[in-house]
């Protein structure tokens, strides 16, 4: 999927143009990443500044990353082991599905370029990109990499 290496534009700035957010509460959000860490779409649904699905939304319509609700999908454990679960929790993503060389990931921020990257360096693999929510995304983490 060649539409990643032409994102410019950061989430922040998404939720700005499409009017979810305004320009004080990505400064607050930011510094709060800056103060704490962590993922800027998730410390601004912690700050009550939007909606996991605002964000899922915006990306669908924005870049048409395709959304996937991971609640009622299973995924093979082979799958699973072609990422790290330290790199599944850092980018928070989850692998979902591997045709012969394309592996299909879901996560909350498809435009994080450097996790996508990542990952096709980790799995040799060509990556095409989903969107789901945070917190589908945590729930599945939670649930396959249990065992590790």
């Known amino acids: 999927m060649h539409i990643k290496r032409l994102i410019n ?4 700035e998404l939720l700005i143009k499409r009017g979810i957010i ?7 959000g930011l510094a ?16 009550g500044f939007v909606k996991e ?27 699973i082991s072609i990422i790290p679960c330290r790199v599944a929790r850092q980018y928070l993503l989850i692998p979902i599905d591997k045709i012969g060389n394309n592996l299909t990931i879901a996560m909350s921020n498809p435009l994080n370029v450097h996790a996508v990257e990542d990952v096709e360096l980790l799995s040799a693999c060509s990556v095409q990109t989903f969107v789901s929510t945070s917190s589908d995304i945590k729930r599945a983490i939670e649930k396959y990499y249990k065992e590790k």
């Open 9 to 12: 534009e950061q989430l922040g």
């Open 22 to 28: 305004n320009q004080s509460q990505l400064e607050k």
């Open 32 to 47: 709060t990443q800056r103060e704490k860490g962590g993922l800027i779409g998730e410390i601004l649904v912690e700050l």
């Open 53 to 79: 699905d605002d964000i899922a939304q915006s990306l669908t319509a924005q870049y048409g990353f395709p959304f996937l609700p991971l609640s009622n999908y299973d995924i093979n454990p082979e799958v």
